[in-house]
């Protein structure tokens, strides 16, 4: 092996997967090589759902009881809102199936708003992991997006049951709702990634979160529904509509499931464009920023 | 006295010299690393607005290297030395890639041991061994690599009755065992132990010596930071010393802990608290 006295000299040619030869340079706040990266990123994805199962045992989700928990803090939260809205209509908004739509959505919300703050709390809290090893921190706020998806899983069988005692039954246009969901992860996943940057920023950002939520749940159809907005308010509506990225999100997910309708194709392509908008803008924020965190951990 | 050089039955044969003419590992070229933090122990909005109306800066900024070059032919076994606050501890991290320099350019060639120091990448409420788990994983290990390695490392820390305890219910010295010994286990081209054995007790030590001089011959380069200068004369055989993020000196491990010695004023009879 020749050598100069300038040069690393490479003994081996470089390999897509196991490249060991790094050049580190400053840089402005960038986006780093995007192939390279989600390469990387792929690569480790273990680590990924490994970190949230660990959390998730370490919280004892796993148990019987921790199981229970989950279902029952979103139920009593559904029951809550039910009872509210009755005294407030004066009893005159709808049963089981109203329960079952406020479920649905309630627990789809949360699934979000969890998104959002164990991501914002995944890489301030990742401490000394992001201190002592080089890897692609994107992995931290999408392993706090698994968790709070698992966290959301147990309370489906729920809602279903509340689908069959509201009397719904079951059509083959609920699996659009896959899609649906599908959206919302990938909408989640922005999120995570986003309020985990303003973490790092501002160690208050988790502190706004839950006068955001519940902003952002009476803005949202989960309380009330679509169909039964007062014309008076349908202004407010077109707004929301595009402003809000729940309206068609979880808008679209409750009509397909609950309702077994298939939404209109606006809705289907504002829902599209929220989702990956989204995540695009909060990944790439998140990866323009990352390289700096250990400075500022 | 838990000394390397105290314990008469290390088997660390003298380092071999610097290789001369050998492609180089590593190559740093002046680089700086600069620290931001703010005023407050943590910012927050509250204070960022508060600042506003008062006008202050945010960020106070900490040069913690400054201008540092030098390069790292195979088969180095590099020892750095330095007071608390030098800049030991970002330089391993700027080479393992982990903080970005702010001036100058850094050349790696080779994988590098991903935990480096006390503390690791751990995270004090799972087990040990999903600590191990954790670590290996983000550095890029598959699983099967992971778990086949998890054995050879609670063996080699001795933990094996506590592994599946949360580690805060770990002593420091458990910790750092466990430290050291994901470190030397995860076959890395370059080794680099960050005064990771300080809290291990003297049966440890010698045990990690005897992994440390094993490794320095495989790797094809080892970098030590301890405030053990006769571990530093020991196991390597090249050396720098940094102070206040300066590059001080470079030379063979004896030239440098004799200077620096002489600069701490600790004469060669007083007595230094080693630790490896
Ligand atoms: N995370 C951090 N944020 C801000 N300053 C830091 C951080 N880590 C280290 N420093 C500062 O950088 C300097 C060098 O620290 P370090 O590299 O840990 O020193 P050593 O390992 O040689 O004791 C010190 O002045 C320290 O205060
Ligand atoms: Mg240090």
């Not at chain 1, 679509?226 to 509506?237: G, M, S």
């Not at chain 2, 320095?216 to 053990?228: G, I, K, Q, Y």
Request: with cysteine.
């Amino acid at each position: 092996m020749m050598s100069t006295d300038k040069q690393v000299v490479k003994t081996e040619p470089e390999n897509e997967f196991t490249t060991t030869h790094h050049v580190y340079e400053p840089h402005r706040a960038g986006i780093p090589p995007l192939a390279n990266y989600t390469r990387e990123l792929w690569k480790r994805r273990e680590f990924a759902s490994e970190m949230s199962k660990a959390t998730l045992r370490g919280a004892n989700t796993l148990t019987m009881f921790g199981q229970l928990w989950l279902v029952l803090n979103p139920l009593l939260l559904a029951g809550v809102y039910f009872l509210l809205v009755q005294v407030l209509s004066g009893g005159n908004r709808g049963g089981m199936d109203y329960f079952a739509q406020l479920c649905g959505g309630l627990f789809t919300f949360y699934f979000v708003a969890g998104s959002m703050s164990t991501g914002a709390a995944s890489v301030v809290g990742g401490g000394k992991l992001l201190l002592n090893t080089a890897f692609p921190r994107l992995l931290m706020p999408f392993s706090a997006v698994r968790t709070a998806f698992f966290r959301f899983l147990p309370t489906l069988p729920v809602y279903f049951l509340f689908h069959i005692l509201a009397g719904l039954g079951f059509h083959l246009s609920m699996v659009v709702s896959i899609y649906f969901l599908g959206l919302l992860i990938v909408f989640a996943l922005g999120v995570a990634a986003f309020f985990a940057t303003m973490q790092v920023y501002f160690r208050d950002t988790t502190s706004f979160m839950p006068y955001f939520n519940r902003i952002w749940l009476y803005m949202s159809p989960v309380i009330w529904s679509i169909e039964q907005v007062p014309a008076r308010f349908t202004k407010v509506l077109n707004i929301l509509e595009v402003a809000n990225p729940l309206h068609s999100m979880l808008g679209g997910f409750t009509e397909c499931l609950v309702n077994g309708d298939i939404p209109s194709l606006r809705t289907f392509v504002t829902a599209t464009v929220w989702a990956f908008g989204v995540f695009a803008i909060g990944s790439l924020f998140f990866m323009s920023r990352e390289r700096e965190f250990a400075v500022r951990l | 006295m838990s000394s390397l050089s105290a314990s008469e039955s290390v088997p660390t044969p003298v380092p071999t010299p610097v290789p001369s003419g050998k492609p180089l590992t590593v190559k740093v070229e002046n680089l700086s690393v600069t620290y931001r933090t703010t005023f407050e122990r943590v910012p927050t909005f509250k204070n960022a607005i508060t600042r506003l109306g008062r006008g202050q800066r945010a960020v106070r900024e900490i040069e913690a290297l400054k201008d540092v070059s030098f390069d790292v032919p195979d088969g180095t076994a590099l020892g750095i030395i330095g007071n608390n606050g030098a800049g030991k501890s970002t330089l391993m991290r700027a080479l393992a890639g982990i903080l970005p320099p702010n001036k100058g350019r850094i050349e790696v060639h080779g994988r590098i041991s991903p935990l480096l120091s006390l503390g690791v990448g751990f995270n004090a409420n799972l087990s040990g061994r999903e600590n191990i788990i954790l670590g290996g994983l983000a550095s890029g290990l598959s699983r099967a690599q992971v778990e086949a390695r998890a054995e050879d490392v609670t063996t080699f820390a001795g933990l094996e009755e506590f592994i599946d305890a949360p580690m805060r219910t770990y002593s420091s010295g458990m910790y750092s065992r466990l430290a050291f010994s994901v470190a030397v286990h995860m076959d890395p081209d370059i080794l680099m132990i960050d005064e990771a054995l300080s809290a291990g007790d003297a049966t440890f030590k010698t045990k990690a010596a005897g992994k440390m001089a094993e490794l320095r011959e495989n790797a094809r380069a080892f970098f030590l930071v301890s405030h053990s200068l006769a571990s530093i004369q020991q196991l390597c055989n090249d050396a720098i010393w940094l102070h206040k993020g300066e590059l001080m000196m470079r030379g063979t491990p004896q030239e440098v802990c004799a200077a620096y010695t002489k600069f701490v004023q600790v004469g060669d009879s007083a007595v230094i608290l080693e630790d490896l």
